[in-house]
């Protein structure tokens, strides 16, 4: 059986379900033994190198760039999958949602209390910057996602079973304590 | 001020238990519940200023903003939609130079929406200060603001009659009114006012009155269909010096009205009732909760309420039953549709907010203040008078093998003649819609946005075995010759809610969304399933009506139907349904929507997305993007 190859992202995210991956522990040497890693802040390629059977998403989209990057893995992975609370739900950052975009701006660049230097008032308007979306999105909202995982982050063990469904082609171990939550 | 909130509380022994009653008070003294009434409020009920926001901020018609001089709540329930309420919307709005959820700057007018205010069969219907108005049009609702600009009274609004029976009594001076098209043994002329209470239970046991119901096979009339008799039975064997019997009045099921007319006109069957299976259940303690949107009827009923006490027929010794005491009292509610739960409706008579509890314990167990606590339907407790009185035999004459007597429907919809029918179980709806004189029909709700969505055509698209894996109350079953299908506890169980919708309706953005929004706006927000699914639900059905649904995405709403069910009431787990039963009987309807060559569609656009940030920060150049 050749290696199937992986590709991870963070968008919208904290990096804490990449951490969560780093969490299968030494279990990380068998994945090497099954997987090869392409584009991923884990081998830092920045670009696919070929079509990619797993592209793993962390983080919603807040931004075009966001909105750039989960196209282009849509575009190199076979399959999807939405890690973690942000990706499926928005996270964390989807808390702005409801609130305009214009008094997020604004706080955050002129009034918020730790904006202590902006004298000129300057919004950050530069066109190398990505482009803020008016709401953040879950990735389902943007591109088809195969899979969802669902946790903040999702366990190490729930992100190792799938990964072992998804390689194997087996069914999904899901023992209840994984997948519950309170 | 002070003063005044002072006075309230003592009207209710600064007992923290009534504060919705204290909150009704205060509203109806100072329109609105100032920061200062909060604080005053809490200190001398001896509990934090947010526990009491959280009551007030729990009930549609409590408020901690200033109200106007004439607050409009009009209704936006599926029958009013049909019936021209977004005509009637705008000329509100134009006539009164402000918008809904708004109040103008003088003071005088306020507009509001609110769901189902149980006048299906007369509406559109508003309730301006407590009054309810019906049968609006915009050219009453432009006389209404002229009126009330012109500087009348509240009664000086009213621009008809009064309504028929009870309604025009002077305690009421309504002008609803009763549209009773069928009567049956429930509704006829055989009754004796208190007869039961005051010749028959002098001779009876407890027991045995819990016999003949049970005989009788009552079954609950609210809706969930539960054994009268055994709840009785179960009522009467648990310990305690105080049992409490509700009579739930909260009749919030849109397109449901039945419970108002029994109110109306047969409240002393219904009084009588509650004292019957107070005898029954060796209970001291009685409430009808009614629902604020009836509270026209609160000065009427307790003067009943009086006259029962008058005569012996509430108090100390009963009809000179040793030791049987017992009264009654009304709690209203304040708008909100859960509290018809049992459970909400116990807290929401506690003073809290109107969250359902976790079962068990069961009300009967541990209720109202922790008391053994007896739960029923105005129209069950009515019924159980009519038995007691004529016998189980006689009861088991009318309706069906499994389902016996007669049940009240609320008709309405598109129908010549909307009102309450009195049919015997077993009756099939194709009988109903010839009664209500009904042509050209598409579809007809039954059982209210809970229950099934019934299809003219004998569709038959999923098995029911297929069915039932997603799908539990006997209710819902696939539509196999629909509308020969018989109202019956076994076949088409109902709280008695009909709804009837012409082939000029189109199904999903008339009917299935403006239950879906009834949901939303109703959820108690406790359950994350019953908070979130039917707002998602209600954005995956606009996106299949607007054209870019995929067949996932009815796979999707399948799927999240199944999940709802763990919502710990039954609002929750019946919050689908409008979307189930549609897809069931009317699939057709999301498949003519749905893009069959795509597996993917999200109406996303980036551009737009992009836009309001960008021109904020004064950015020219729009990347084109993929
Ligand atoms: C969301 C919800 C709303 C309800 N509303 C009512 C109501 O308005 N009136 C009513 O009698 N029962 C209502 N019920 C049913 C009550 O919980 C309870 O079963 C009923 O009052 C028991 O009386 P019965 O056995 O006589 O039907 C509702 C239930 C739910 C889940
Ligand atoms: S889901 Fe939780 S852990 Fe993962 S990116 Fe979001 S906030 Fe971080
Ligand atoms: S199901 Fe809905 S209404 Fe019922 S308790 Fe849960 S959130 Fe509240």
């Known amino acids: 059986m050749s290696k199937k190859i992986i590709a991870t992202t963070s968008l919208a995210g904290c990096f804490g379900c990449h951490m969560s991956i780093l969490d299968i522990d030494e279990r990380i040497l068998d994945l090497i033994e099954l997987v090869e890693f392409n584009k991923s802040p884990i081998d830092d390629i920045k670009k696919f190198t070929k079509q990619v059977d797993i592209g793993i998403i962390e983080g919603g989209c807040c931004n075009s760039e966001n909105v750039e990057v989960l196209k282009y893995f849509r575009e190199n992975c076979n399959i999807l999958v939405s890690l973690g609370e942000c990706a499926i739900m928005g996270g964390l950052p989807a808390l702005r949602n409801g609130i305009p975009i214009e008094e997020c701006i604004h706080e955050a660049y002129i009034d918020g209390p730790t904006v202590k230097l902006n004298e000129e008032k300057i919004l950050p308007n530069d066109v190398e ?13 943007i591109v088809k996602i195969d899979y969802f995982l669902p946790g903040c982050p999702p366990r190490a063990d729930l992100i190792w079973n799938a990964l072992v469904a998804l390689i194997t082609g087996n069914e999904m171990d899901l023992p209840y304590e994984l997948i519950k939550f309170d | 001020m002070k003063e005044k909130i002072k006075t309230i509380l003592q009207k209710y022994n600064n007992d923290r238990g009534r504060l919705m009653d204290i909150l009704i008070d205060l509203m109806e003294n100072s329109g609105y519940i100032d920061d200062f009434s909060v604080s005053v409020l809490a200190e001398d009920l001896k509990i934090s200023a947010a526990q009491v926001r959280e009551t007030i901020s729990f009930y549609h018609f409590f408020s901690e903003k200033p109200k106007a001089k004439f607050n409009i709540y009009l209704n936006n329930s599926i029958t009013s939609c049909l019936r021209g309420f977004s005509s009637i919307k705008s000329t509100f709005e134009a006539e009164s130079g402000i918008k809904f959820g708004e109040i103008s700057s003088d003071g005088l007018i306020g507009l509001f929406e609110t769901s189902c205010v149980g006048m299906n069969d007369q509406g559109p219907a508003a309730i301006i200060n407590d009054k309810i108005f019906t049968n609006l049009t915009p050219y009453r609702a432009r006389k209404l603001i002229e009126s009330i600009k012109d500087g009348k009274t509240l009664d000086g609004l009213v621009y008809e ?24 043994i429930l509704l006829d002329e055989n009754y004796e006012r208190f007869d039961v209470i005051k010749n028959i239970i002098k001779n009876s046991s407890s027991e045995e009155v819990i016999q003949i119901i049970e005989d009788s096979n009552l079954r609950g009339r609210g809706g969930a269909g539960f054994p009268t008799g055994l709840k009785w039975k179960f009522g009467s064997r648990m310990p305690g010096e105080h049992k409490v019997i509700i009579c739930n009045a909260d009749e919030g099921e849109p397109g449901t009205f039945k419970d108002r007319v029994m109110l109306t006109q ?35 009923l307790n ?35 859960v509290c018809g739960e049992e459970s909400a409706l116990i807290e ?34 009515a019924s159980a008078v009519k038995i007691v009185k004529n016998g189980a035999k006689w009861y088991s004459s009318f309706g069906t093998k499994d389902s016996l007597g007669t049940k009240l429907l609320s008709v309405s919809g598109d129908c010549r003649f909307p009102g309450i029918y009195e049919v015997e179980w077993g009756t099939s709806i194709r009988e109903v819609l010839e009664m209500a004189g009904a042509d050209n029909v598409q579809a007809v ?26 799908y539990k109350p006997s209710g819902m079953m696939a539509a196999q010759k629909s509308f020969d299908r018989k109202l019956s506890y076994s076949d088409l169980p109902t709280g008695g809610s009909i709804i009837i919708f012409n082939k000029e309706r189109d199904i ?54 199944k999940i709802i069910k763990v919502s710990r009431c039954g609002l929750g787990q019946t919050a689908a349904n409008p979307v189930l039963s549609s897809i069931l009987n009317f699939r057709h309807l999301y498949e003519e929507h749905v893009m069959a060559m795509t597996d993917y569609d999200n109406q996303f656009d980036l551009g737009k997305s992009v836009s309001a940030a960008n021109s904020f920060v004064g950015r020219k150049l729009i990347h084109k993007h993929s």
């Not at chain 2, 012996?312 to 304040?334: C, K, P, V, Y």
């Not at chain 2, 109107?354 to 407790?381: A, M, W």
């Not at chain 2, 908070?531 to 998602?536: C, E, G, K, M």
């Open chain 1, 129 to 141: 910057l990505p482009m803020l979306l008016d709401n953040v999105y879950p990735c389902h909202d």
């Open chain 2, 161 to 184: 009659n009064y309504g028929d029976g009870n309604n025009s009594h002077p305690l009421m001076n309504s002008m609803v009114y009763n549209n009773i098209r069928k009567k049956s």
């Open chain 2, 266 to 300: 047969y409240n002393d069957l219904v009084f009588e009732g509650m004292v019957l299976s107070a005898f029954a259940t060796k209970a001291d303690m009685g409430v009808l909760y009614l629902r604020y949107e009836y509270k026209y009827m609160l000065k009427y």
């Open chain 2, 303 to 337: 003067s009943i309420l009086d006259e029962m006490r008058e005569n012996n027929l509430l108090g100390s010794n009963i009809s000179g039953i040793e030791g049987f005491n017992f009264d009654i009292r009304i709690q209203l509610g304040a708008g909100a549709y």
């Open chain 2, 348 to 381: 929401s008579m506690e003073g809290k907010r109107g969250e359902p509890r976790d079962k068990p314990p069961f009300p009967v167990e541990k209720g109202y203040l922790d008391l053994p606590t007896i739960v029923n339907n105005v129209e069950t407790l």
């Open chain 2, 445 to 470: 709700q039954v059982g209210g946005p809970s229950g099934t969505l019934i299809n003219v055509k004998d569709i038959d698209h999923l098995s029911k075995t297929e069915l039932m894996k997603w």
């Open chain 2, 508 to 561: 999903l953005s008339d009917v299935v969304m403006n239950f879906m929004d009834f949901f939303i706006e109703e959820s108690c927000g406790s359950c994350s399933t019953c908070r979130n699914l039917p707002r998602i639900m209600k954005e995956k059905l606009q996106k299949i009506i607007n054209g870019h649904g995929v067949r996932d995405d009815i796979d999707d709403l399948l799927n999240w139907g």
